[in-house]
């Protein structure tokens, strides 16, 4: 007979299985190392087009629950991501809880580097949140399913410029969509995140001329950015009040959510972030009605996604810059999807990555 403590592992593993049926995962790996003070997990979505690539992001989330949720979804937005950019890969992503600032070192992220290759291929790591590419050199010392290494070591090395390009090129096809022309120029804009990605965008905006609002949890980061190009600087969720043509989350998901809603004044939201709606159903909806021209997520930002992919054929920049481009015209398509069809942005976008999964698995399914 299990007792409290057994039955408890039991019940927790039952609900691991459930979540993984309701997002439709292929596979969760729990990593655990004493020794280092590593705690991760790996969530394989989906490989029916490819191997699994997505970053490890690195966070002090409250609760174990927390960080689960959250990597099912990050996963599952990669598949989402890889099918809707033509590319050959699934979706997976990880998440090694705990500050970084405390606990990353290079002993940890060489022990995550074994638990990453045990998996032999099937998932394919990258930078991602509180990550950059001096971790995955570490990470590479232990295995060679690993991308965004430096450029020294035939790397990409840092993918935030493609991606932002990205950003930049759907915010384009957003603004053609809205308002006729695909110029920037005039428009205001909120950042909620510089980071390196936020950061890179910012510069494409000012160069065409854009108004810039930002905001960012790290001030110091903030401040400099401000100063470097002359943006505006707005305390934390203040942003979501201005009076702004399109607001640009960069930095963590589910900032559309009740709250925002109801005090958003733009007619866009285009940004880097993953998972922005803090539910797809609910939000997705309320957007539209609103008469907000919702950018998908995880099509804006697949320029990273294209950036990495591009390191497994022997990387060439000017080559990944080129296949990202192809961005605005995915971006431009879905909105014709849901405009005929008078759907939800998010489901025009689901829908087609859905339907190249589904085609090419019967392709696959027919060479077994």
């Known amino acids: 007979m299990l007792n409290v403590k057994e039955n408890k592992v039991a019940s927790d593993t039952v609900s691991v299985i459930a979540r993984m049926l309701a ?5 969760v790996l729990f990593c655990n190392d004493k020794d280092t003070g590593l705690k991760a997990i790996i969530a394989i979505h989906n490989t029916i087009l490819g191997p699994a690539l997505g970053g490890t992001r690195m966070w002090n989330y409250a609760t174990e629950e927390e960080a689960l949720n959250d990597v099912l979804r990050l996963s599952r937005g990669m598949t989402y ?10 979706g997976g992503k990880a998440v090694i809880i705990g500050d970084p600032a405390k606990i990353k070192n290079e002993a940890l992220l060489r022990r995550f580097g074994k638990f990453v290759n045990s998996l032999g291929g099937k998932y394919i790591t990258a930078e991602d949140v509180a990550m950059n590419s001096k971790d995955m050199e570490y990470i590479h010392m232990e295995t060679k399913y690993v991308t965004g290494i ?6 990409s090395g840092d993918p935030s410029p493609v991606t932002a390009y990205g950003v930049y090129l759907s915010m384009k096809a957003a603004a053609k969509e809205q308002w006729g022309s695909d110029s920037l120029k005039g428009k205001k804009i909120a950042v909620q995140g510089v980071g390196h ?18 905001t960012d949890i790290n001030k110091e980061r903030m401040k400099a950015v401000a100063k470097e190009f ?49 539910d797809e159903k609910i939000h997705g909806e309320v957007v539209m009605k609103k008469g907000i021209l919702y950018t998908p997520d995880f099509v804006v930002n697949a320029g990273g996604l294209i950036n990495v992919y591009n390191e497994l054929q022997g990387y060439n920049r000017e080559r990944a810059m080129k296949q990202a481009e192809g961005i605005y015209d995915t971006v431009a398509k879905i909105f014709q999807i849901s405009k005929t069809e008078n759907i939800p942005t998010y489901i025009a976008a689901n829908r087609m990555a859905e339907q190249r999964i589904a085609a090419l698995g019967k392709v696959k399914l027919s060479h077994c």
């Open 23 to 27: 997002y439709n995962h292929e596979q």
């Open 150 to 155: 430096p450029e020294l070591l035939g790397g």
């Open 230 to 278: 002359g943006t505006e600087v707005v305390d934390g969720e203040k942003l979501v009040d201005l009076d702004i043509d399109i607001y640009a989350p960069c930095a963590l998901g589910a900032t559309i959510n009740d709250d925002s809603l109801a005090r958003l004044k733009c007619l866009i939201i285009c940004g880097a972030a993953n998972n922005q709606l803090a």
């Open 81 to 90: 991501k890889a099918a809707a950019a033509g590319l050959n890969l699934g």
């Open 197 to 214: 990605v936020g950061e890179n965008l910012i510069k494409h905006l000012i160069q065409e001329g854009a108004r810039i609002w930002i």
